[in-house]
Each structure stands twice: as C-alpha cells, then as structure tokens.
C-alpha cells in the first residue's frame, strides 16, 4: 500500500510558476513508477507527466513538453513537478499516482492522491 499527499498548488497568474510536491507513505517507494494528471471541470482525467522508479526516465503530455519538469528525491519519498509559463488552460485538479509500469494510461496507476487544485488566471 502507497498513500500520496499531494501539496503545492494554488491561484497564479498567466506565466507563473507553481511547484506540486507529493509525499508517499511507505518503505517501497522506489519501486513505483510516478507521474501527475490532472482533471479540469468536466473534462476526463488526463495524463501529465511520468518519471520511472529510478527518476532516469521521463516521459510528459505534449501539452506541457518544455513547460513542466517532472522528478523524484527517492531518500525523501517526494515527487515533484515543476511548472513554468502556466495558462488558463493548465486550471484543473492534479492527482499524484504510483503504478508499476511507465505508461500515460490512466489504468497503469494503483494509487492514487486526493488532488490539490492549480488555477491559473488570465
């Protein structure tokens, strides 16, 4: 069992920056591959970004490539994802997750966070 407690988000404005962060409970977290979604207000869950068990491996949503950083500190159970250069359209709910396999299916991840709200204004 994995339990992650997402943090970090906020309001910001158009080309702001934001730093989520997710604290996992347990001795094996550097056994599971991470990554964040995220759901907007009517829309389906959608994937972010993932980072593979060792943080060696990355992969992102074409819609935030070159906006947002995903990485790991395995001493300190932590995920992180980094934001830059946030638009309106990036406002949604951002879930923390953990599975097995580096994959942007939603059906891959196991665990799953309770969300921190990101709202960017225009």
């Known amino acids: 069992q994995v339990q992650l407690v997402e943090s970090g988000g906020g309001l910001v404005q158009t080309g702001g920056s934001l730093r989520l962060s997710c604290a996992a409970s347990?001795?094996?977290?550097?056994?599971?591959?991470m990554a964040w979604f995220r759901q907007a207000p009517g829309k389906e869950r959608e994937f972010v970004a993932a980072i593979s068990q060792s943080g060696a491996m990355t992969t992102y949503a074409d819609s935030v490539k070159g906006r947002f950083t995903i990485s790991r500190d395995n001493a300190k159970n932590t995920v992180y994802l980094q934001m830059i250069s946030l638009k309106p359209e990036d406002t949604a709910v951002y879930y923390c997750t953990a599975g097995l396999v580096l994959s942007t299916r939603l059906k891959s991840y196991d665990y799953w966070g309770q969300g921190t709200q990101v709202t960017v204004s225009s």
């Open positions: 347990g001795r094996t977290f550097s056994s599971y591959v």
